[in-house]
């Protein structure tokens, strides 16, 4: 065992230095960052530096022909423009130049002779030359033939002709020309290297440090929800806005999972008191059916209040259970004629045709796909809310009337439900299908219209409130068709 043991250390040692280096290397996006400053910053560089190298051999070009062009009038002013071999050589070595050509209405004069040479030189008319020339011309020299030479043109500056044309080595240039691209670059490096670093620690210190900050709150809320939160910092730009909203949004889910544990805690309560509830209600109920066999006057006039009590105290309890559970079972969907829906639902809610009537506004043979069971549980819980309303107003006098009515619409079955009652109090409007919100009934529950629009949500469609007021109250039903 010992044997095998050794071998396997070194990956185990090189298993903890790449993690202590991958714990020690800096986050993804300040490394990102630098590495595109110093990315920016080289082009910046090599952007300064390519045309920099044009204009540096454009003057030491225009410097040579200066020189020759000053030469020449040397040359001219001789008698018979004769120049002995050595004062040549001198004033070409002067110039810096090997031949110089003046150029004058079409005719020219070869001022100093050329000496032969073992390539054809390059022509590098200054007069005329197009910017992709200019910028490529330095790096020709740069790794050009060593025995390259140049043969320049340009218009002359201190006497009359057409043109003034020199001879001229390369080697010269390109020495004079790396030196200043060697200097360049170093000066455009230490320029680069100063500018990146000042943008990198504008940047670190207006966007990477407030974001650590801001993924730190993130992380710190994620490990202790309840802990102390980070107050936002007083900046006013987009940062401050995410750290203000940060912050908002995380009150908003501490005093949601504060809610909800509370929730948990009161729906285990209540399952229980439900639980012990039920018992009772059923011992009551056994007592009731013993009851009705007497014969005492006083206690079949009380026992249908009884009945209807003990009724409604049973539909509470169910429907709280009902609404504890984790979701609804999922649709099982059939085609139906939506006529016979809404008779069942109208006779399980109560309505009648001499107190609240049924008025149906289909047509004819309008089928719906839905769960009959769940579009059931939606229907009865509107018609039942809207008979109690009807009901519950003190002139109305038990009369009333709910008309439903069915469209397609945008591929989806519309059904409205519309009552003629006194309308939902407006305070209690916008939270209709919030939970145990109620319209008023001392026995309601305020679960049946949150339920119905789980249901209606189930079946991929909505349940919504279309109006209110004196005049009645108008939901619609949206089923995918």
Not at 1 to 26: K, V
Not at 56 to 64: K, P
Not at 221 to 245: M, T
Not at 351 to 377: I, K, W
Request: net charge positive; charged share 25%.
């Amino acid at each position: 065992m010992a044997a095998d043991a050794s071998p396997a250390q070194p990956p185990a040692r090189w298993a903890a230095w790449r993690e202590r280096l991958r714990l020690r290397a800096p986050d993804g996006l300040s490394s990102r960052l630098l590495l595109l400053t110093a990315a920016f910053t080289l082009a910046v560089a090599a952007l300064i530096i390519v045309p920099s190298a044009a204009s540096f051999q454009e003057r030491w070009l225009m410097d040579r022909l200066q020189a020759a062009e000053l030469a020449s009038v040397g040359v001219e002013a001789l008698p018979y423009s004769a120049v002995e071999d050595a004062t040549a050589e001198q004033l070409l070595s002067i110039g810096g130049v090997q031949s110089v050509v003046v150029g004058e209405q079409g005719v020219r004069r070869l001022l100093l002779q050329a000496p032969n040479l073992p390539r054809a030189p390059d022509l590098i008319d200054l007069r005329r030359r197009s910017l992709g020339a200019r910028l490529l011309d330095p790096w020709k020299t740069l790794f050009g033939h060593p025995d390259r030479s140049l043969r320049v043109q340009a218009t002359p500056r201190y006497r009359s002709g057409d043109l003034i044309e020199i001879l001229a080595p390369a080697q010269p240039l390109k020495k004079e020309l790396e030196t200043f691209l060697v200097n360049s670059l170093i000066m455009s490096l230490l320029i680069a290297a100063v500018a990146g670093g000042l943008l990198y620690a504008a940047l670190s210190f207006l966007v990477l440090q407030p974001l650590r900050r801001v993924t730190r709150s993130i992380e710190r809320f994620a490990a202790n929800p309840e802990g102390p939160a980070q107050p936002p910092s007083a900046r006013h730009d987009e940062i401050g806005r995410v750290e203000r909203e940060l912050a908002r949004m995380q009150e908003e889910v501490r005093q949601s999972l504060r809610s909800r544990a509370r929730l948990a805690a009161l729906g285990e309560a209540v399952a229980k008191i439900n639980h012990d509830l039920r018992n009772m209600l059923t011992s009551a109920q056994m007592a009731s059916e013993r009851l009705s066999t007497s014969s005492d006057p006083l206690v079949a006039t009380a026992l249908p209040r009884l009945e209807r009590a003990l009724g409604r105290a049973s539909t509470l309890a169910r429907n709280v259970l009902a609404y504890g559970k984790t979701e609804e079972p999922a649709p099982q969907r059939q085609k139906m004629l939506l006529a016979r829906a809404v008779a069942a639902a109208a006779e399980d809610a109560g309505l009648e045709p001499d107190g609240v009537r049924l008025v149906r506004d289909l047509p004819a043979r309008f089928a719906v796909n839905a769960d009959p069971d769940q579009l059931h549980r939606i229907l009865v819980n509107l018609m039942r809310n809207a008979r109690q309303a009807i009901e519950d107003a003190p002139d109305r006098h038990g009369k009333g009337a709910i008309t439903v009515s069915a469209e397609t619409r945008d591929g989806m079955a519309a059904i409205g439900v519309r009552d003629d009652g006194p309308g939902i109090p407006p305070r209690l409007a916008g939270r209709l299908f919030e939970p145990f919100v109620s319209g008023g009934r001392a026995d309601g529950t305020g679960l049946g219209l949150t339920i119905s629009r789980e249901l209606a949500a189930n079946h991929g469609g909505a349940l919504v409130l279309l109006d209110t007021g004196p005049q009645g109250t108008s939901f619609e039903l949206r089923l995918p068709h």
